[in-house]
């Protein structure tokens, strides 16, 4: 008796194409960090504002209330590539909170709770389709 089994799937060619995949996604998470940090910056991030903070934005003529968008710059620095999530050097800084000793920590940079599983499933779409014969 001769037992003969037959696949549908190509283990080697989905490791050739691994590299590119685990690429795509990696862009993919740039840009859905990039857009999770604005919406964060967008919905307010903690803690408030200091009175003399709103204060001292008024005096310069900026305005605005919410932390981490007194010009705009930040907000619109922040971008996913293919190098992953850019922005202006002391948006990290705000969100270590090391940017003064007097500056509290802001964490918000962070994924789009929108857009994570889309990308999840694009990311487990591309195996799928890269183990194929």
Known sequence: MKLEIKTNFDFGKMANKLPGI????MQRYARSSATGSREAIDS????ALE?????????RGTGGSK???ETGTLYRSIKGSSEGLEMKGYGFLH???????KTPQRKFIQISQKQIMPTLDKFKKDLKDARKK
């Open 22 to 25: 685990i690429e795509k996604t």
């Open 44 to 47: 307010g991030v903690s803690p």
């Open 51 to 59: 009175e003399s903070t709103l204060k001292r934005r008024k005096r």
């Open 67 to 69: 932390p981490l968008y």
């Open 95 to 101: 969100h270590t909170g090391d940017l003064h000793p």
